[in-house]
């Protein structure tokens, strides 16, 4: 039975991304009649626009652009001209610069902004040579500022436009090289020049699938709402069957969601029931809320939320995706932070090669406690795994217990070994051992057992920041909605699973051996065939493969930082 995963692209959304592309065209309709219009000579260029344009990129830097400075792409621009003599290659007909500035102004149907792209400017330059300005100057100006918008246009849906570490990401995306002459001279070739943007863009099914829903809600912004009415006074919450004034207008609102039918009527005499009841718990479900029906504030508050944000929400989980480098074919593991989710696929190019998704608990929206987003590679799984306790852990946290309740020590089953050498491990606690804690030269860790805080099996992922994948004897708050409960580590509610795939191509790790050694209360380790990529990413928005567009909470406040960086370039 294939696994429901957000890496399947809902064929729903595709004709509103088409429709949110049409709106998005009649708005440039005038600025492409002005270049239509424009007069440019159709003889050779001369030996002065060459100069301007041979000039102005060795300048690398235009005043009038909204980035001024492009000398990053100088060789670019160098490699792109040099072969034509640096004469225009915009202006010289064929309607290479309408399609051009078709793409660019359609930047928004990625989740950019069009004002990156200077189409305002080029507007009024478009002005000019309309009435017959073809000076060099403005033929080169107008020329290599249309190759540098289309450059940025690529690089900025390849890689993003800032990047990890500005937003708060403890990850490098490494190399992603971007061939732009190549791309300018096959778009050049064959006019196809959107083909040619949407060849920049991150080829894994996730991201196209966030670009139809970006379409999808800012089609859905565009609808007035009417005003969720408060819940009656004295009341806290409405549970199902009973009466809500707002059972209008909160029908209305889920129907333009997709999350009522549009056939269903509204309950009768405000009566919260039936159809509208399942609505809500839809909702709930989709924007990782308990979905028990009920409506109370935080339910409230994420269906007053404006649909305008959850567009800005999409367009920033599509700039992060950006980040992302490209993935191999293979089996892949991937977890969600603020959807609390993990995903095994057996193949990372197939969106059909889910084979299995659990929940997981994430580290703690707190200083030092959130888990980081980066890219690891699975190497070997520990069974019933020691707890060697981190240094930041056992001084703020577990020295202090002991020199309250010195009784922890045995209850909690720990041993102290040194930081250096073989020494045998020490299990009772003394003074000389507190004081060997306190000081450092020892360390604390917690033996293999039932009250093992990494349960019965350990994922290990080598990295310099000590994270892995963990199993948990606190399986309970696995019931929670919101679960950043970690220091840092992920555990999962599903650890057997977790070891049957990525052990699966090894016959002997049978269901039943994989119990038994993470039962065993011994340490034993499986060391995999192939190490398996694991994703730790961080998104606010996904769609699953229902095609529905679910939303979560921004818990480590990403999003905010992302923007202030979005805002800094």
């Not at 890219?375 to 069974?383: A, D, H, K, L, Q």
Request: one cysteine or more; glycine letters at 8%.
């Amino acid at each position: 039975m294939p696994i429901s995963s957000p890496f399947r692209v809902p064929e729903r959304l595709t004709s509103a991304r088409r429709h949110g592309l049409r709106n998005l065209l009649r708005l440039i309709v005038g600025l492409i009649l002005l270049f239509a219009a424009a007069n440019v000579p159709a003889q050779p260029a001369s030996s002065q626009d060459r100069d301007e344009i041979r000039a102005l990129i060795a300048r690398g830097a235009l005043a009038q652009l909204r980035h001024p400075d492009f000398a990053s792409l100088r060789q670019a621009l160098d490699d792109s001209y040099h072969d034509g003599g640096y004469a225009p290659q915009w202006l010289a007909g064929g309607g290479a610069a309408r399609a051009m500035l078709a793409e660019l102004a359609a930047a928004p149907s990625h989740g950019l902004d069009a004002a990156d792209y200077d189409i305002d400017w080029l507007d009024g330059e478009a002005k000019a040579i309309a009435a017959g300005d073809h000076a060099p100057e403005r033929i080169a100006r107008v020329d290599v500022a249309l190759t540098v918008a289309f450059f940025r246009l690529l690089s900025d849906l390849h890689r993003g436009r800032v990047s990890p570490a500005r937003a708060g990401f403890k990850f490098s995306p490494g190399e992603k090289p971007l061939d732009f002459p190549a791309l300018l001279r096959r778009g050049m070739a064959t006019g196809r020049w959107h083909d040619v943007v949407v060849a920049a863009e991150p080829s894994f099914p996730l991201y196209r699938r966030l670009e139809d829903a970006l379409a999808h809600y800012r089609t859905l912004a565009s609808a007035p709402l009417a005003p969720l009415p408060a819940l009656p006074a004295g009341t806290r919450k409405v549970e199902p069957g009973g009466v809500y004034a707002g059972v209008a207008a909160l029908s209305e609102r889920l129907r333009l969601l997709g999350d009522l039918p549009a056939n269903i009527a509204a309950p009768a005499d405000n009566r919260y029931e039936g159809a509208l009841v399942d609505a809500v718990r839809a909702f709930q479900d989709r924007h990782g809320l308990k979905a028990d029906g009920v409506l109370g504030r935080d339910t409230l508050a994420q269906l007053a939320t404006p649909l305008d944000a959850r567009v800005r929400q999409i367009e920033l989980s599509l700039e992060r995706l950006r980040w992302l480098p490209e993935l191999p074919a293979g089996p892949l593991i991937a977890v969600n932070i603020p959807s609390f989710r993990l995903w095994a696929f057996a193949n990372a190019r197939d969106d059909s090669a889910a084979r299995l998704s659990m929940p997981v608990i994430v580290g703690r929206a707190a200083k030092a406690r959130e888990t980081p987003v980066f890219i690891g590679e699975m190497r070997y799984v520990e069974f019933s795994p020691y707890w060697n306790v981190p240094p930041t852990i056992q001084r703020a946290e577990i020295v202090p217990r002991l020199e309250r309740d010195p009784g922890y020590w045995q209850r909690e089953e720990l041993e102290a070994v040194p930081v250096r050498g073989n020494t045998a491990s020490i299990t009772e606690l003394d003074a000389a051992t507190l004081e060997g804690l306190k000081t450092g030269a020892l360390r604390v860790r917690q033996r293999p057992g039932a009250k093992n805080a990494l349960g019965g099996v350990k994922f290990v992922l080598p990295n310099t920041m000590d994270i892995y994948l963990h199993s948990t004897p606190a399986q309970q708050l696995f019931e929670q909605t919101r679960r950043d409960f970690s220091h840092g580590c992920i555990r999962v509610a599903d650890p057997p699973g977790l070891a049957a795939f990525v052990l699966r191509d090894q016959p002997a790790w049978t269901g039943e051996r994989i119990a038994a050694a993470m039962a065993a209360g011994k340490t034993s380790t499986a060391t995999l065939t192939q190490p398996i990529p694991v994703v730790i990413f961080y998104t606010t928005a996904i769609v699953d493969a229902a095609g529905r567009v679910l939303f979560a909470s921004d818990i480590y406040g990403y999003d905010r930082r992302l923007e202030q960086a979005l805002r800094a370039r």
